[in-house]
């Protein structure tokens, strides 16, 4: 019913920038609750940055903070995620994730149970 659907990945050197982009389609629109995950080699899932449904709701993990923004690109309806000074711990298999419905989002955001629907992810590769 809803499909998410990630590009932008790539290959960069360290200090590189990329922008992600995720988009939605089906019965859903991407004001919903969303948000981006990664897992690198050798590391758990973790979420990287989360999006509400309010025109402030924005979460960024603390390990990205300062480097990684997220936002909504209504122009073109996709959730973005511009990552600036990258760096090679950074390096991973990036995921958007949509929920429908969820409360106390603030606490939320970075738990996966809350989202209903994932895209299959753009792998990002920052070297030395």
């Known amino acids: 019913q809803v499909q998410l659907v990630e590009s932008g990945g790539g290959s960069v050197q360290a200090g590189g920038s990329l922008r992600l982009s995720c988009t939605a389609s089906?019965?859903?629109?991407?004001?919903?609750?969303m948000a981006w995950f990664r897992q690198g080699p050798g590391k758990e899932r973790e979420g990287v940055a989360g999006?509400?449904?309010?025109?402030?709701?924005?979460y960024v993990a603390d390990s990205v903070k300062g480097r990684f923004t997220i936002f909504r690109d209504k122009v073109n309806n996709t959730l973005v995620l511009e990552m600036k000074n990258l760096l090679p711990e950074d390096t991973a298999m990036y995921s958007c994730?949509?929920?429908?419905?969820?409360?106390?989002?603030?606490?939320?955001?970075?738990?996966?149970?809350?989202?209903?629907?994932w895209g299959q992810g753009t792998q990002v590769t920052v070297s030395s």
């Open positions: 999006l509400g449904n309010g025109a402030f709701d924005t």
């Open positions: 994730a949509l929920g429908i419905f969820t409360w106390n989002f603030s606490a939320r955001w970075a738990s996966p149970g809350i989202y209903d629907y």
């Open positions: 089906g019965n859903t629109d991407i004001s919903n609750y």
